[in-house]
């Protein structure tokens, strides 16, 4: 997750979009083949961002309907600086965070893919799945 590391100045939304934005075009390899797996709701029907901006973070991947947030990370990544993040943004929003590395993706796309449908199984859903259908002409006075 993110970009934004706290040593800074927390940058306003408008420069976390534009930075999600620009990521969006330049993934990873482990990303860009997991995200083959998650986009057009590939994954039991759940509906996948790439590169969320969730508060003052970045998520690589992130499934709104079940909260649940999923980093790619590389050999870089400090596991306990991203513990305490999972945490905050456990507490904060409520949102559960899977993390599987690189390797993992690349070597083994498809155990990838069943831990998150056991994930996604698990978790609930935020909000109902029938959704309220759009009103019609007449309704909107058309």
């Known amino acids: 997750m ?4 706290g040593a800074m100045t927390r940058p306003d939304r408008q420069t976390m979009l534009a930075r999600a934005a620009a990521m969006r075009h330049e993934p990873t390899e482990a990303e860009k083949r997991l995200w083959r797996c998650l986009s057009h709701s590939q994954l ?21 309907a079940k909260g649940l947030i999923v980093e790619i990370d590389g050999d870089t990544h400090d596991m306990q600086r991203d513990a305490n993040r999972d945490e905050r943004i456990c507490a904060q929003h409520g949102f559960v965070t899977m993390r599987f590395s690189n390797r993992d993706v690349l070597d083994n796309l498809d155990g990838v893919l069943e831990k998150l449908r056991i994930a996604l ?10 959704t309220t259908p ?6 909107e006075g058309l």
Do not use: M
């Open 44 to 64: 039991d029907a759940h509906k996948f961002r790439r590169q969320a901006v969730i508060g003052s973070y970045i998520a690589d991947f992130f499934c709104p």
């Open 121 to 130: 199984a698990d978790l609930p859903d935020r909000w109902p799945q029938s």
């Open 134 to 139: 759009n009103p019609s002409s007449e309704e």
């Open 2 to 5: 993110g970009w934004w590391t």
